[in-house]
C-alpha cells in the first residue's frame, strides 16, 4: 500500500473521529500517542469486511469523555457501568459508519460487525501484524485512542472519491431498514 492511501486513511479515522465527537459538542484534536494510558479507560472493538479490505475499528476511550459525549436525556446524575459501556460500543458503532461513508465516497462498500466492549486497567491493543495499521490519538475534553488494522490483497489501494459515487446518508440521520 502506498503512503498516499495511508494518507487518506489517516484523513479518513481523523475526520470520522473529530466530526462523530463535535456533533456531540464535544472538540477533540489529534495529539502524538506517547504510550500513556487513558485513565479509567473503556474500549470497544468493532469488525468489518469488503470484498477487497477486512479489519477492525479499536476506540480506548476515558470514562470522562464517554460521560461528557452521552446524550442528554442519560446524563442525569452518575452513569453506571452499563450505560457507558453501552454508549462507548454506540460510538464505535457510530465512528466506523462514518468510515464507512468515507470509504464508500472511494468506492470501497464495507460491512459492518456489532461492537465488543471491555473496561478495565491499562487497557491496550496489541495489533497483529497487518499489511495497515494506523493509531490516532485525541485530546480535548478527554483522552481517545482510534486504531485501525486491516489486511488487504498486496495491490491494494485507496483512490480519490470515485466519480459517479452515490451521495451516503447524512451522518447522524437514523434510517429505518
Wanted: glycine letters at 10%; aromatic letters at 10%; charged letters at 25%.
Amino acid at each position: 500500500m502506498n503512503a498516499e492511501s495511508l494518507s487518506r486513511i489517516d484523513g479518513f479515522l481523523s475526520s470520522a473521529i473529530a466530526e462523530l465527537f463535535a456533533s456531540h459538542g464535544l472538540k477533540l484534536k489529534e495529539n502524538e500517542y506517547r504510550g500513556q494510558g487513558i485513565d479509567v479507560p473503556f474500549a470497544s472493538t468493532i469488525g468489518f469486511t469488503s470484498a477487497r479490505l477486512i479489519g477492525v475499528l479499536v476506540l480506548t476511550i476515558g470514562r470522562d469523555l464517554a460521560e461528557r459525549s452521552l446524550p442528554a436525556n442519560l446524563r442525569e446524575g452518575a452513569a453506571s457501568d452499563e450505560i457507558i459501556a453501552d454508549w462507548t460500543g454506540e460510538l464505535s458503532n457510530q465512528a466506523l459508519g462514518r468510515l464507512k461513508n468515507r470509504f464508500f465516497s472511494a468506492g470501497i462498500e464495507i460491512t459492518l460487525s456489532t461492537p465488543t466492549v471491555f473496561a478495565g486497567k491499562e487497557l491496550r491493543h496489541f495489533s497483529q501484524p497487518s499489511a495497515i495499521y494506523r493509531s490516532i490519538m485525541f485530546e480535548g475534553e478527554g483522552s481517545l485512542l482510534a486504531e485501525f488494522q486491516a489486511d488487504c490483497r498486496d495491490d491494494f489501494e485507496i483512490g480519490e472519491a470515485a466519480p459517479g459515487a452515490e451521495d451516503s446518508p447524512p451522518e447522524g440521520e437514523v434510517m429505518f431498514f
